[in-house]
């Protein structure tokens, strides 16, 4: 399928979507220009690792992972699992490979996760299969030197999520080293009157038990090492960034190893793009933490 074949796909399915705002047509425009971006760089990727597409982590058909594989056969491999933004209802694993490129050749294997969006998916199946994705990847990958996490939006959402789990449910315990959490959405809260919340369908009880604002004490108890950036764009819209804001300081206060990184120059869309360019101030982070810069 071609770029062109991506976005026309992408298009159709957003004007399916019931438009009672100027913001809903922005965002709109915005995700569709954000697939493209996502979709170049993912095709990127594919051309110059190793991929292994569409392994499955569960029965259900969007329960699928990428995985972009490096040719090094060093055993110091890290692996970094990415969770893909579109506010719960846009994107998908096949545009989520991006990252890939600057990584996979510092020996990283990255794996996109496939989830299901609205309104095929609730938050409570999507938080699940996030989980269960990474019980998968450990299961499959355990010679790996060290988990990480990386989220965008509605990605950083459910990556904090899964930093929040309590894991004595699932019989292991994954020792994740790292998470990036780009423009997330920590209280769910506040989406519940928005349009967003419109193929979710989030009762407050729904929303309140998928908010990692409320899960701080199991966060502790189940990522306490785990080293935490929370990035915002400068330029990201006023309850992006208070939620950043507010969710670092949690954590901070929780005495969790965390850092706050606002980007200059940036928007809600692309400091997640940028990614795909090694000399980008998040790469070199992200590398840096993984002990690959």
């Known amino acids: 399928m071609s770029a062109d074949d991506v976005i026309r796909a992408r298009v159709t399915a957003l004007r399916s979507v019931t438009l009672k705002s100027e913001v809903c047509v922005c965002v709109c425009v915005c995700v569709c220009v954000c697939v493209c971006v996502l979709y170049a760089g993912t095709e990127k990727a594919r051309s110059i690792t190793q991929t292994l597409l569409d392994v499955p982590y569960g029965d259900g058909d969007g329960e699928k992972l990428d995985v972009y594989v490096p040719s090094s056969s060093s055993p110091d491999v890290p692996l970094l699992i990415y969770f893909h933004g579109g506010y719960w209802q846009f994107l998908s694993k096949d545009e989520s490979g991006f990252l890939a490129v600057p990584l996979v050749q510092r020996g990283v294997v990255v794996v996109a996760v496939g989830y299901s969006i ?87 009880e729904v929303a309140i038990r998928n ?83």
């Open 118 to 204: 609205a309104p095929k998916g609730d938050m409570d199946l999507m938080v699940s299969q996030v989980r269960r994705s990474l019980v998968s990847v450990i299961q499959q990958y355990s010679h790996i030197s060290g988990l990480y996490l990386c989220g965008h939006s509605a990605g950083a959402h459910l990556a904090a999520m899964v930093l929040s789990t309590d894991w004595t449910q699932y019989n292991i315990s994954p020792q994740i080293k790292g998470a990036f959490l780009v423009s997330g959405v920590y209280d769910l809260q506040p989406i519940l009157s928005t349009y967003v919340n419109e193929p979710l369908k989030m009762t407050e």
């Open 211 to 293: 908010s990692p604002s409320h899960f701080l004490p199991q966060l502790t108890r189940s990522s306490a090492s785990c080293d935490i950036v929370v990035a915002v764009a400068q330029n990201d819209s006023p309850e992006f960034r208070k939620q950043s804001e507010e969710y670092f300081k949690a954590l901070e206060s929780a005495g969790l190893k965390v850092s706050f990184e606002d980007v200059p120059n940036t928007d809600h869309f692309n400091i997640i793009e940028q990614l795909v360019d090694e000399n980008y101030h998040l790469t070199k982070l992200l590398l840096k933490m993984m002990g690959k810069s």
